[in-house]
């Protein structure tokens, strides 16, 4: 396991891919980001007038499109690290600081929304919990503040977190999966991981069909998404062949997805909707530097649920469901805006591709 600790400098030539400069990954990560928003503001709000969002966009199908995105960048950010402690390093800033700022001001601006007086609130063992359990990524433990949103239909203050708790896990996992790739080969490593998070999926869905409750809450945790990480690096790996063959494989895809559409069998599900991301990614047509001004994506997806939650809890959905989605919106993009240019781009090092070149596109991940 002696890689799995020590990162190897010189990794194997083909594991070393370049990628095109000119791609739309970060209009498709903002668009993913975009689209949790708006099937969260329907399903919080529980307004009629927006059951739009939830018919034409999937909440669950975007965070699977982000998992895929994730695994073929991550992968890659490791195989050009120098070093384990550069790759770590780099996942750190990149997700923790804004993380941290999140929790920690839905904690204190918490007391401002509490039915609770500011000492019961400050003194309660729930503000404590939340933020120790929240900070190292156990939301579970405690989604939610003492009197804060008890009247809204859920009382979480930010449960899209909980996919931040597996994407670090994937982080973390990522040396060990490439000591296995170069302990037993790279394709029999991902296969073999690809089919371990199948057949977790598939067992749990028996046991969801049998008996529900917390089986669908078990069956999304970080097994059951493996399979759409391992394809996004999959597709890394081999992206040169893919480049070459992209319009077959993309019909293949839509073969394999409407196959999966009628069986439901789960097995090639993550690999099409892989294939339909890096296409759109890298293959379709360059629709511009949508990343010049920033990364907002990440800022939207960790924002919008606690602003989503304090709108409810002022009965504006309630009242005025457009105008409230609308200034949701625009509450949820300043957020952001001010997130990434006051937090996560000071937090990001000089050598990263958002700082070097903000003008420019990008070829560069860290």
């Given amino acids: 396991m002696k890689l799995a600790i020590e990162k190897q400098k010189n990794a194997p030539p083909n594991h070393q891919v370049r990628i095109p400069k000119n791609n739309n990954l970060d209009l498709l990560r903002f668009s993913f980001a975009f689209v949790v928003f708006l099937v969260h503001a329907y399903h919080l709000s529980d307004s009629a007038s927006l059951s739009i969002f939830n018919t034409i966009f999937s909440a669950k199908m975007a965070v699977e499109c982000f998992f895929v995105v994730s695994g073929f960048l991550i992968f890659m950010s490791y195989e050009h690290s120098s070093s384990l402690n550069r790759y770590f390093e780099k996942r750190a800033r990149r997700i923790y600081p804004a993380y941290f700022s999140v929790v920690v001001i839905c904690a204190l601006f918490g007391s401002l929304l509490s039915t609770y007086s500011y000492s019961e609130y400050f003194f309660s063992s729930e503000f404590y919990r939340y933020l120790i359990a929240n900070l190292v990524f156990l939301n579970f433990i405690q989604p939610s503040l003492p009197g804060v949103f008890s009247e809204n239909s859920l009382a979480a203050v930010n449960g899209a977190l909980w996919t931040l708790k597996i994407e670090v896990m994937f982080y973390l996992s990522v040396p060990v999966f490439v000591w296995l790739f170069r302990r037993i080969g790279l394709w029999q490593g991902l296969t073999f991981l690809y089919l371990t998070s199948f057949i977790y999926s598939f067992c749990m869905q028996l046991l969801i069909d049998q ?6 809450e078990i ?16 597709l890394y790996y081999s992206f040169n062949f893919f480049q070459k063959n992209a ?5 293949l895809a839509i073969a394999a997805y409407f196959v999966e559409s009628f069986f439901e069998t789960g097995l090639l599900y993550a690999a099409s909707l892989g294939i339909f991301v890096v296409y759109f990614g890298f293959v379709f047509k360059y629709l511009g530097n949508f990343g010049k001004y920033g990364d907002f994506s ?4 960790i924002l919008h649920f606690p602003i989503l939650q304090t709108f409810i809890s002022y009965q504006y959905f309630a009242s005025y469901p457009y105008l409230a989605m609308i200034s949701s919106v625009i509450a949820v993009m300043l957020t952001a805006y001010f997130m990434w240019h006051g937090v996560e781009k000071k937090m990001l090092n000089k050598s990263s591709h958002y700082l070097m070149s903000l003008d420019e596109p990008r070829n560069k991940y860290g």
């Fill in 298 to 301: 990440y800022g939207i997806y």
């Fill in 211 to 216: 008996h529900g409750g917390i089986f669908v």
């Fill in 219 to 234: 069956q999304r945790q970080l097994p059951g998404q493996l399979m759409f990480f391992i394809a996004g690096g999959a």
């Fill in 247 to 251: 319009t077959p494989l993309l019909i």
